[in-house]
């Protein structure tokens, strides 16, 4: 497996004192911290910037940073990763469509408003307005809104835009593709007029007291996936509390798989579906439905669900085993590059609707050593729920 080394500060010793610092302030501002694969495209992010505004040196380009807080503003998008598909993982958007479907049969209002917490250039967004059209809620008198939130100023204009390439609807079936986007002059265009009403807008997913929403909106679904990722330990913690306070009772968490968000208050409570897990506000803790069948599944197009008295599991991949073996190797060293390579594994998993036991097993472990006992735990629970 060839891994492309990216410049990092420590490969620039008269850069990286300069570098520390300026990282710091970057965990002040925008609530991350980095992991080495972070650190990379940020000390690389500051360097095109330097070259670009011709500066002569890494210092001169730190001394601009605290002169002129607009120049984080170009500084970050160039710091983020940008990679995106649509209704991926699928079996995620399937089990969300469910779980609001039956959560709209005892809402006490028909009111329903989304939230996708770091939005990206609009593929997240463009996919729920997808699934939120499947509900059919719209069809049943719903006020449906859809809110997107990102902290880089260019994804939100490219999201705003609603134009994608070629390449990015190679995910989607083609009759959806064909439903949902229109050719024109340099990609294909998002028919936003058959969604529910999208708002988007720039903001930091860890300061809601400056979302950029009308009056008090709370959200029955929200997607905030890889928020923590690159975060301190404390932040699965600090970002639970804020979005347990955004949600409508009852309403539900999407996190991206392997992710977590430990909650001591005990009002937000894991469960596990079809191999995907998710939070549920103010409910009963409710087991993982073993024996549940996804859409695709109950028409013949998706792996069968695993059930406690499954006598085997589909074996892993070549690629999958390949993935586990390197991420046990990077484990000791590397755990956040450890789990960048686990959690392809739970997607490829997901994608083809079956249970990934040694994924999760492995996430425990990267949890563990990223000082995250409480995320660990949550690993186990779902290995032990989902039986598997």
């Known amino acids: 497996m060839n891994i492309h080394h990216d410049p990092r500060p420590e490969d620039a010793p008269d850069e990286a004192a300069f570098f520390e610092p300026l990282a710091q302030k970057a965990q002040a501002l925008f609530g991350t911290a980095y992991t080495p694969e972070g650190a990379a495209r940020l000390f690389r992010a500051m360097q095109t910037r330097q070259n670009r505004l011709g500066l002569d040196s890494f210092s001169a380009y730190g001394a601009l940073l605290r002169r002129d807080p607009a120049e984080w503003d170009k500084l970050w998008p160039l710091a983020l990763p940008s990679a995106g598909a649509f209704l991926r993982p699928a079996a995620q958007f399937e089990v969300a469509a469910e779980v609001l479907q039956e959560w709209a049969v005892m809402a006490p209002?028909?009111?329903?408003?989304?939230?996708?917490?770091?939005?990206?250039?609009?593929?997240?967004?463009?996919?729920?307005?997808?699934?939120?059209?499947?509900?059919?809620?719209?069809?049943?008198?719903?006020?449906?809104?859809?809110?997107?939130?990102?902290?880089?100023?260019?994804?939100?204009?490219?999201?705003?835009?609603?134009?994608?390439?070629?390449?990015?609807?190679?995910?989607?079936?083609?009759?959806?593709?064909?439903?949902?986007?229109?050719?024109?002059?340099?990609?294909?265009?998002?028919?936003?007029?058959?969604?529910a009403p999208i708002f988007l807008a720039k903001g930091n997913a860890y300061q809601p007291e400056e979302w950029p929403f009308p009056g008090q909106a709370h959200f029955g679904l929200i997607f905030c996936r890889e928020l923590t990722f690159e975060a301190p330990p404390r932040a699965p913690r600090q970002l639970a509390r804020l979005l347990r306070q955004a949600l409508t009772p009852g309403g539900f968490i999407f996190t991206a798989p392997g992710e977590f968000l430990p909650d001591s208050s005990g009002d937000l409570h894991l469960e596990e579906r079809a191999g995907v897990t998710y939070y549920r506000q103010g409910a009963p803790k409710i087991k993982a439905n073993?024996?549940?069948?996804?859409?695709?599944?109950?028409?013949?197009?998706?792996?069968?669900?695993?059930?406690?008295?499954?006598?085997?599991?589909?074996?892993?991949?070549?690629?999958?085993?390949?993935?586990?073996?390197?991420?046990?190797?990077?484990?000791?060293?590397?755990?956040?590059?450890?789990?960048?390579?686990?959690?392809?594994?739970?997607?490829?998993?997901?994608?083809?609707?079956?249970?990934a036991p040694e994924a999760w097993a492995l996430i425990a472990r990267i949890e563990t050593a990223l000082g995250r006992p409480d995320s660990a735990q949550a690993a186990e629970e779902v290995i032990a729920a989902a039986g598997v």
Not at 109 to 125: A, D, M, N, Q
Not at 291 to 297: A, G, L, W
């Open 109 to 195: 209002e028909r009111t329903l408003r989304v939230l996708s917490l770091g939005c990206g250039p609009g593929f997240e967004t463009a996919s729920l307005a997808m699934m939120l059209e499947e509900t059919g809620l719209r069809t049943k008198n719903w006020q449906v809104e859809l809110y997107g939130l990102d902290l880089n100023p260019e994804a939100v204009a490219q999201a705003e835009s609603a134009v994608f390439t070629a390449a990015d609807l190679e995910w989607l079936p083609e009759h959806q593709a064909r439903k949902w986007f229109t050719p024109r002059a340099g990609g294909f265009h998002f028919k936003t007029t058959l969604a």
């Open 290 to 355: 073993r024996h549940h069948q996804s859409r695709k599944e109950k028409i013949g197009r998706g792996a069968a669900a695993p059930t406690a008295q499954a006598a085997s599991r589909p074996p892993l991949s070549p690629r999958e085993t390949q993935l586990l073996a390197a991420a046990e190797q990077k484990l000791p060293q590397h755990p956040e590059a450890a789990r960048a390579l686990v959690n392809e594994v739970l997607l490829s998993a997901l994608d083809q609707y079956r249970p």
